[in-house]
């Protein structure tokens, strides 16, 4: 896995071959999600009045929404854990 530098003003490029295989050119926009420690980063569309584009990006990040709630109930059980044996061994 190739690495890629973050600019001073915090700007990143997508690589071309990332790009052209996802299909992103200039103009389109695209989110950053934060997933646990990991960022990422999806395609939203191109600016225009034609939201069918974004509809359907909506509705495949919705799709995702039940893994990261999976990990959500995961990491409070950890915590909880954790605070638990934290405050017993006090």
Do not use: C, W
């Amino acid at each position: 896995m190739r690495t890629y530098q973050v600019t001073r003003k915090m700007q990143i490029t997508i690589p071309k071959k990332l790009a052209r295989n996802l299909s992103i050119e200039p103009g389109d926009a695209v989110v950053f999600d934060e997933v646990g420690r990991d960022l990422v980063v999806k395609k939203v569309g191109r600016k225009s009045k034609d939201y069918t584009e974004l509809r359907r990006s909506i509705e495949l990040f919705a799709q995702d929404i039940p893994k990261v709630r999976k990990y959500v109930k995961f990491a409070e059980r950890s915590m909880v854990e954790n605070l638990s044996r934290h405050i017993r061994s006090k």
